[in-house]
């Protein structure tokens, strides 16, 4: 039975680990934990050496002592299963479990997330473990959920144990039944790889060529990875559902090859993210436009907000980020962690943890900062955390009734972003045409969400956009493409661009005209196409009954021909030898419209249509707002609450129309105000 009331009431907390501390400062800890205003507490998701220090041995002794002080001082607790990092004899003992490399080298002892998901004795250990710890504290005073295992998929996201090479060889038993369909399937008539016995099936192993596999094996295998891991994860979820009824269920993510959605609908009652807002600023490209920073994160919890409506934070970066020797982030400035933690209470979360209540004196992560620095003094991250405690101690409670709200949402599916990772011909697309459209959106205050299209998605799913922008969807499933039929003739609009439509689910190319399924719904053929890059200067389209509005058309070409005449052309490219040829298109059918976008979006291409489309901000005649600002709108039915988000360092001005208030401070605001560097503003 899932807890539909877990995310009612907001929580603010923080990632604690008494077993890294003396004993003696552990009653202080939770003292001050809750004179920040902090309410709960995650422990014990690395404690398996703890628990369990020799094989059949358990003791809860050091965890009991810590949770009756939580619990003294009025805290709830999370408990982690530890399964993330199996102990020493436990790998000395059974090394099947062990991850092992595509090139057969065994990963060991001494990080963490060192196991694979198929290993027979791995599972039986760590149902013995979490049902163990399941038992001790089902009926524990403080303890209301459990986060399963930590981050699947982090640090690791493939795996070749020998565990792994039986599991899949069963997995594609199951799924094709037979070699003849597996062969029709992976196309093995090409290069003659047709297996011819069951034995001789492995997942992708070493080739002559580095890293070059059969493209149709190696999205199965992406599948097989997400499956295993869902697998393993209800291991564990079906002991606590029978151990702790009463207790909620989460994971913590979000990483690859997982579909994440079906294995939060399947064992968990939501989803929880871990929000490093920093890693969007250090990873970022110096050659991108208009770069969005530590903005840019705001797209990443639209998708979380895809698995689950309201979620958790169950890591929210609190200080400078880093492990000994890779990830050396700057610290976040004054304001900045107050800053994102709003961004994440704004896009869904109705409880955010912060990592970590103290930096760790040792081991990998001795520059991971927390609130507190080693010294235990007060700092000023302390002080900030104690600022947002005292905050949503007020405001808390109106938020967790809300929920975002968007007309639009960029569309994505695990089966293209798979297939993707391999096949160069579309998959950098896609992450790059989203980008331009979250920034075309959000630079105009225009709330985006993200929708994952699925087989289980319905006609209301999309229905409760007007706009639906999918940018790449190279697999198409005829019947996802009369779903998005179905929706366009209730009057929607559908938004797609170049490499739509021209491979089914095995990734086999459709013999037929591209956009191949989509080719029904938006009227137009591909004449011919070609990628734009190296020895190919960029190119351009320019846009119908506007003098001079020319774009770039990035990356790919599609040069389109319309084939009904409810198609419009709307604009058409300007360079090369089909300039004049049609680039955009848009086609008619019942009251909506489906475009073709025949290249890789910018911002600019994507400004044209929004601006075509006449599309808006939700805030547009209340509230004028700069482009640093974000805005963010959580409503209910008594009314909106707009969450304006300063990402510059420096204030700007903002003007109210009429009145409104700020739900943080109380304050009544109208006209032109000033909204200090990284600020703040939750207006109602
Ligand atoms: C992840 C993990 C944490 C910690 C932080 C910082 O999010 O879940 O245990 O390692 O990263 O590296």
């Known amino acids: 039975m899932k807890h539909k009331d877990a995310l009612d009431e907001f929580r603010l907390g923080v990632c604690y680990y008494p077993e890294h501390w003396p004993e003696e400062l552990w009653d202080d800890d939770f003292r001050r934990m809750k004179e920040l205003g902090f309410s709960v507490v995650r422990v014990a998701e690395f404690a398996w050496s703890i628990f369990e220090p020799v094989e059949g041995e358990f003791q809860f002794g050091l965890f009991d002592r810590a949770l009756a002080l939580a619990d003294k001082h009025g805290l709830k607790v999370i408990i982690g299963t530890p399964t993330a990092t199996p102990p020493a004899w436990l790998t000395h003992k059974y090394p099947e479990v062990l991850n092992v490399t595509q090139e057969g080298v065994m990963l060991r002892h001494g990080l963490r997330r060192h196991y694979n998901y198929n290993s027979k004795k791995y599972h039986e250990l760590s149902a013995i473990i979490t049902r163990k710890l399941a038992e001790h504290f089902k009926d524990h005073p403080a303890v209301i959920g459990w986060q399963i295992d930590n981050e699947f998929n982090c640090e690791i996201g493939e795996f070749y144990s020998q565990a792994d090479h039986d599991a899949f060889r069963e997995w594609c038993r199951n799924k094709y039944g037979t070699l003849d369909k597996l062969n029709e399937a992976w196309g093995t008539v090409f290069w003659s790889q047709t297996y011819s016995d069951w034995e001789q099936v492995f997942l992708p192993r070493p080739t002559p060529a580095h890293k070059q596999f059969n493209p149709h094996l190696v999205l199965d295998e992406k599948r097989f990875i997400s499956d295993s891991t869902i697998a393993y994860a209800k291991i564990q979820a079906d002991i606590l559902r029978e151990v702790v009824p009463h207790h909620w269920l989460t994971t913590n993510g979000l990483f690859g090859h997982l579909d994440s959605h079906r294995l939060t609908d399947d064992l968990l009652d939501f989803f929880s993210y871990d929000s490093y807002p920093q890693f969007s600023t250090i990873h970022y490209d110096p050659n991108e436009e208009n770069r969005l920073a530590d903005r840019g994160s705001s797209q990443t919890l639209s998708a979380i907000r895809s698995i689950s409506p309201s979620f958790c934070i169950m890591e929210q970066q609190s200080g400078p980020g880093g492990w000994v020797n890779r990830m050396d982030m700057p610290s976040p400035k004054p304001g900045q962690m107050r800053l994102w933690t709003y961004q994440s209470i704004a896009h869904g979360a109705n409880m955010v943890l912060y990592f970590r209540w103290r930096t760790a004196t040792v081991g990998t992560e001795i520059y991971w900062h927390g609130i507190n620095d080693y010294h235990n003094r007060p700092n000023r991250r302390v002080r900030e955390a104690g600022q947002i405690g005292a905050e949503l101690a007020q405001a808390g409670g109106w938020i967790t009734s809300t929920r975002y709200a968007a007309d639009i949402a960029l569309l994505r599916d695990y ?6 990772e391999y096949d160069v011909w579309h998959g950098p697309f896609s992450w790059q045409s989203g980008k331009a459209w979250f920034k075309a959106l959000t630079r105009r205050h225009i709330p985006s969400d993200t929708l994952f299209m699925r087989p289980e998605t319905t006609l209301s799913d999309l229905e409760r956009y007007k706009v639906l922008v999918y940018p790449h969807p190279a697999i198409m499933r005829d019947e996802t493409a009369s779903l998005l039929e179905q929706y366009v003739r209730g009057g929607g609009i559908v938004i797609f661009g170049c490499r739509t439509g021209y491979k089914d689910e095995r990734g086999h190319c459709y013999m037929r005209p591209f956009p191949g399924a989509a080719a029904e719904l938006t009227g137009i053929s591909v004449e011919e196409f070609t990628m734009v890059k190296g020895s190919r200067p960029a190119t351009s389209m320019k846009w119908e009954g ?87 709108v959580r409503r209910d039915d008594e009314g909106s609450l707009y969450f304006l988000l300063n990402f510059s360092e420096e ?24 909204l200090e560097g990284f600020g703040v503003l939750v207006l109602s």
């Open 546 to 632: 506007e003098e001079d509005a020319v774009t770039r058309a990035d990356s790919f070409n599609d040069v389109l021909l319309p084939e009904r005449d409810t198609v419009e052309v709307v604009a058409r490219y300007a360079s090369d030898y089909y300039a004049g040829k049609p680039a955009v298109t848009r086609n008619k059918v019942g009251s909506g419209e489906a475009w073709y976008f025949g290249a890789v979006f910018n911002e600019a291409s994507a400004g044209q249509i929004i601006k075509r489309l006449g599309l808006e901000s939700p805030a547009a005649g209340l509230l004028e707002l700069p482009e640093q600002v974000e805005l963010a």
């Open 651 to 674: 204030p700007v001005v903002i003007t109210v129309e009429g009145e409104k208030s700020d739900l943080l401070t109380g304050a009544k605001l109208s006209g032109a105000i000033s």
């Open 415 to 420: 089966d293209n972003e798979w297939d993707g």
